[in-house]
């Protein structure tokens, strides 16, 4: 399910976005999380890095709206932000913190419309690129194409990556689809491996840099076949 947050502090304009979301949903058979708040900073400091999407009002002169984006930045630099603005002169604010797009208030329906849709193009690339991990009270959006292995044990996963590991608790199921539709393997129950960073191996291991992975006699033949069919692609 999408995850959206609204930062608003107008009444009718959170009841006017609001309408609109559920209409979108009614129409397109689609589901969205959506959480309202009304103080970019208290917004601030309850975000976990979990929003697909956020709308954010921004009003000058104060510039609260950016300032808190920039520490939104901070915190996360790939979220979909999405300005809410009553002048289009302060939309080009929106540069200063990477945002993705702008909305004029009042917006009508058929234009907010077709912004959705390409909110939700854009996301859905980026999703399938990245993942979110909760680790020690941090929150880490790491590409997966930088994750090097990802270990299962007991009820976590442990995603390895060059220099830094990140533990989440979740089973090795929850994420295996997604993770083999971009290039991984399984080489055993625990393990799932990133094919472009595989340098060799044998009749029982797999070579990642430094790093030895055993192969499991199970998945030997299915690793082989992913692999070949992963660098017969590259060529």
């Given at each position: ?6 930062v608003?502090?107008?009444e ?12 979108y949903q009614?129409?397109?058979?689609v ?7 009304k ?10 890095g979990?929003?697909?999407l ?21 915190m996360?630099?790939e979220v ?8 289009v ?12 797009d ?10 907010f ?6 909110f939700l193009s854009?996301?859905?690339?980026k999703e ?7 680790s020690?009270?941090?929150v880490h959006k ?10 299962s ?9 060059e220099n ?8 090795m ?6 993770f083999?539709g ?25 070579f990642i840099k430094?790093?030895v ?7 030997k033949?299915?690793f082989?076949n ?5 660098f017969?692609?590259?060529?």
């Amino acid at each position: 399910m999408i995850k959206i947050s609204v930062v608003e502090d107008q009444e009718k304009w959170i009841d006017l976005i609001r309408n609109y979301l559920a209409r979108y949903q009614e129409e397109n058979k689609v589901s969205f999380a959506v959480s309202y708040f009304k103080n970019g900073y208290d917004f601030i400091l309850q975000y976990k890095g979990d929003a697909s999407l956020i709308f954010r009002d921004v009003a000058r002169p104060e510039r609260n709206g950016i300032e808190a984006s920039k520490k939104l930045r901070e915190m996360d630099k790939e979220v979909c932000l999405v300005f809410l603005t009553e002048r289009v002169q302060y939309a080009v604010d929106g540069y200063e913190v990477n945002a993705y797009d702008f909305l004029i208030k009042p917006m009508d329906y058929e234009l907010f419309r077709i912004k959705r849709n390409k909110f939700l193009s854009h996301i859905g690339n980026k999703e399938e690129k990245s993942i979110v991990i909760n680790s020690s009270n941090e929150v880490h959006k790491v590409k997966i194409s930088d994750i090097r292995y990802v270990e299962s044990n007991k009820h976590y996963l442990y995603f390895h990556l060059e220099n830094s590991t990140y533990r989440r608790r979740q089973s090795m199921d929850s994420i295996k689809d997604r993770f083999k539709g971009q290039g991984f393997s399984e080489i055993n129950r625990s393990l799932l491996v990133n094919l472009r960073f595989v340098d060799n191996f044998n009749n029982s291991e797999v070579f990642i840099k430094t790093e030895v992975l055993p192969l499991s006699r199970v998945y030997k033949a299915s690793f082989l076949n992913e692999l070949t069919q992963y660098f017969g692609e590259k060529l």
